[in-house]
């Protein structure tokens, strides 16, 4: 995505003469993101022109423009990828060329959940045993022994095993070769304490493709609601768009650590129906993204009440299940509180989901991924069967991962202690960064930040004085991607406005993740800091 | 997907007192098979009931059944994993469990372009390379050199380079690694003797979420339709039914060869149009699945004229480039005879997918892939970059593989003769084993088999006696699903109905695989010739 809502605003208030901030009153007024943007996109689908460079001079004209794709295409924004990393690839290209031209020397991602791009390291343990299910002819080779542990070489060959005539480069099962699905199964019931099958799990390339395959399933028309967090992170938004359906939104609480008010959703639920909507599932984002919270367990037994009593899906997005960390807290998943709560399958339609690219493996690259479904019936499981048949299966790469996160090296295994100290050592240096970046958030005039007690992010509030947001609106752009623009081209630090994700109208933010290398933070704290006191000298009202 | 087309008609039918036949003759009155679709599936949607095992007694009732989901989801069908794959591998848990119950000793899966889970064996430098890139910390260490090839070696660290931080665990740019997108130009480059663009090329997880995302863009309601063949691969149906546009048919001539008339695409065009239907894109498959045929060079022509004159995007779906088996035909990409007509950017959009899954590779479970995409404007490069973005990128090891399939070791190279033994090995036997059962086909009573010039499947016609087609319909089923459901039961042979690809109302056909292992072809010959003679004495007239 190139362009963000306010930004897509601009253009057609130039032409309309509209300005930022009645658009923003505008909103205000209403409850529906989704109304908010076909707001914006009816009037661009309405007033802009082609800027086509296609010149169909034998009379047909060019057939494929914005006023003629679906809209939903149009409507539909992500904001993780959107105009500020496209401004820091420029400046990327620009440092390259010619180092001396910004008053910084390399570029820092902190828009994107992205460890290794950042110089986190793979758990060796996995990309051996991913290495020899490559390339099976090695495996009984003498030289393989010098070079690979013991237990990843007994690993792939069980996961060989597993794979119908060992073949890695054949499309699987449609859910993921059953073997795996096993293994995380078996992952799943030593994490709850609860049974966990096999025929359950859906394998996915990372998390989203299963988001996205929920949606298609839930939503038919705009009349259908899908309840998110504000903030949530974007896919929601996104794959909602693009399925046509209404996001529904109730709000975290800043003031309470981003909680969960069943309250609230009992009033956005109760406006929602009011409205005419349907809503069909609650999303529920544990360890939070954008927040970081991590949700009470009693919380959670509230939520579960709230969907079973409702008759809503419950879309538990848990990718962040390993990334915790304050001592109070601990991740529980939904599935076992509702075990837990006394209800099973036949109570809850259930859906979490979990992914390879997160926790201390970080493994973005591998798309690997599942979701756990629960509670549907025969024939929606066979639908879902259906659709996840059209794109036959999962990458059989991702699918090893997936059962390798969830069923790593024991107590015994050659590689458990080096795989210990791999992952604990990048969780407590994430809890390390999440604090000292915390602080010097908190350490910033006009700025709060709540604990990250999970996920990989921090989303400090920026009280903008009054000038600050006066210049953003002359741009004219959203005050937090005013800030965040700002802050990229002073000191290459590349993070997501506020806006991308919803907030409470009036509030800004940006959500900075907690992933640079322990040994840049200090300059990111110092640079961050200097950029922030002279931004509040220049628009200070 | 559990069922075929005319095996929920069945259950309607059952309801409803209507009989299969008099479904086939209201199929012959209509056009589209979207028509044809949605009058099964409207009525199914009106008359089924729910069948849901859950018991919601508080009061809310199970929100998520057949009557409340996404009816796009319900009217998607994809046969190549339908109902006798189902039954297939119910049948091979049987032989499992006890090997003796059945009158043969293993199922042979040729009912999809699967190789490697029929014993082909992976190219070795391509694994050499993924393996390295999946633990480059081995790359250095003098055992490798052992058991590695040099230039598996030297290239994997090409490939690291050109990975951002050497990061194979860190999403990539949304259109894929910008080095490996490169190697893929100059690779297209090589193949057509045109220039082509990193910058015109999405990696996609296989080649179908690329036929996704293109119809995602082009289709905003079911008054926008598609030319695609008949017969066709039911990716198309179905990416067709999911995001709710209409499939305009146009027949290719089994006559000529499974041959493409201009003048059927005109007519099917005209049709569409005078009822109303905005015509988006034209699909072409070449190769042909499952036809098997290689167009004419000035077959190729005229589709581009068409194209070119009617404003239709071309979606030119060329993954089995390399899969061409007869001396007087030659694979053309669609970029390549525009180019060579005199057609730039300004003057065609045009798409060609290409997929890992198929050719010599058949690395069908690496998921990789990418679309070519040119002749768009910028601000539809945009909307597509921003729908890629939603996913964040294709897996790493399917970018690397489709990279390394555009270009694998050249003369010199320490692989080179491997990998052209292996690679040649290959598509020979191929080549005879689909003479060899194109010719046992043709030798069965009332049976014609078209030649497969390319591609992986032979799609025969059979002429099914009028006693096997009363059996059918008093099943009910189709009666090549009949034909098929008898050949699994009685030789473990799976193959798809023709059905479940759309073919001339009245013809009956199946589509075999040509994969089976060389050295199982004269079994399968055999059986499947005792069979046919069977279902014959049956039911011949």
């Not at 509702?338 to 259930?350: K, T, W």
């Not at 107590?411 to 407590?428: M, N």
């Not at 900075?512 to 002279?534: G, M, N, S, W, Y």
Request: negative net charge; charged residues 20%.
């Amino acid at each position: 995505m190139r362009r963000f809502v306010v930004e897509t605003a601009k253009h057609i208030n130039k032409r309309n003469n509209v300005n930022v901030s009645s658009i923003h009153s505008h909103l205000k007024n209403r409850n529906f993101i989704g109304f908010y943007q076909s707001f914006l996109f009816s009037s661009a689908f309405s007033t802009s022109t082609s800027t086509s460079p296609m010149d169909y001079s034998n009379g047909s004209s060019n057939p494929v423009n914005l006023q003629t794709i679906n809209p939903k295409v149009v409507k539909c924004e992500y904001a993780v990828r959107g105009e500020i990393v496209t401004q820091a690839e420029k400046l990327q290209e620009q440092l390259k060329k010619d180092p001396e031209s910004l008053p910084f020397d390399e570029i820092l991602y902190c828009n994107i959940g992205n460890p290794q791009s950042l110089g986190q390291h793979p758990i060796t343990y996995f990309r051996e045993v991913l290495a020899l299910c490559d390339h099976p002819s090695i495996l009984d080779k003498s030289e393989t022994q010098g070079i690979f542990s013991a237990d990843s070489i007994e690993r792939a060959w069980q996961i060989l095993d597993q794979i119908p005539g060992r073949a890695t480069g054949a499309y699987s099962h449609s859910q993921g070769i059953k073997g795996l699905r096993e293994s995380i199964a078996a992952g799943i019931e030593a994490r709850d304490g609860f049974p966990a099958n096999a025929n359950d799990i859906f394998l996915t390339d990372g998390a989203s493709p299963g988001v996205h395959m929920m949606m298609q399933l839930l939503l038919r028309s705009e009349q259908d609601g899908i309840l998110c967090p504000i903030p949530q992170y974007p896919l929601y938004s996104a794959s909602i768009a693009l399925h046509g359906g209404t996001l529904v939104p109730y709000y975290l609480d800043e003031a309470t650590g981003w909680g969960l008010e069943i309250s609230d959703l009992r009033k956005q639920l109760d406006d929602a129906r009011s409205k005419g909507i349907t809503v069909r599932a609650l999303v529920v984002i544990n360890p939070g993204n954008p927040t970081g919270q991590v949700l009470a367990e009693e919380n959670q037994k509230q939520i579960v009440e709230f969907c079973k009593k409702e008759g809503l899906v419950l879309l538990a997005d848990e990718v962040y299940q390993e990334n915790v960390y304050v001592a109070d807290k601990q991740f529980h998943s939904f599935k076992k509180i509702a075990r837990a709560s006394g209800y099973g399958d036949n109570d809850l339609a259930l859906v979490s989901f979990q992914s390879v690219s997160k926790g201390y493996y970080g493994e973005c690259g591998k798309r690997g991924g599942y979701m756990e479904v629960t509670g549907f019936s025969a024939e929606i499981r066979e639908q879902l069967y259906k659709v996840a048949s059209v794109n036959l299966c999962s990458n059989i790469t991702g699918q090893i991962l997936a059962s390798l996160v969830m069923s790593p090296p024991k107590v015994g295994d050659e590689s458990y202690e080096t795989y210990c100290a791999e992952k604990d050592g990048i969780l407590s240096s994430l809890a390390r960064r999440a604090k000292t970046l915390e602080d010097a958030f908190n350490s910033l005039e006009g700025v709060t930040c709540n604990k990250a007690e999970g996920a990989m992010y921090l989303f400090p509030r920026i009280n903008l004085p009054k000038k600050a947001i006066q210049a953003a609106e002359a741009v004219p752009t959203a005050p937090d991607a005013f800030y965040a623009r700002r802050l990229l081209e002073q000191t290459g630090i590349v993070v997501v406005p506020g806006s991308g994700f919803g907030q409470v109208p009036g509030t800004w933010h940006i959500r900075c993740t907690i992933l640079p290398q322990e040994d840049k933070i200090p300059a990111i704290v110092e640079r961050l800091t200097e950029f922030h006191k002279k931004f509040m000298d220049e628009f200070r009202d």
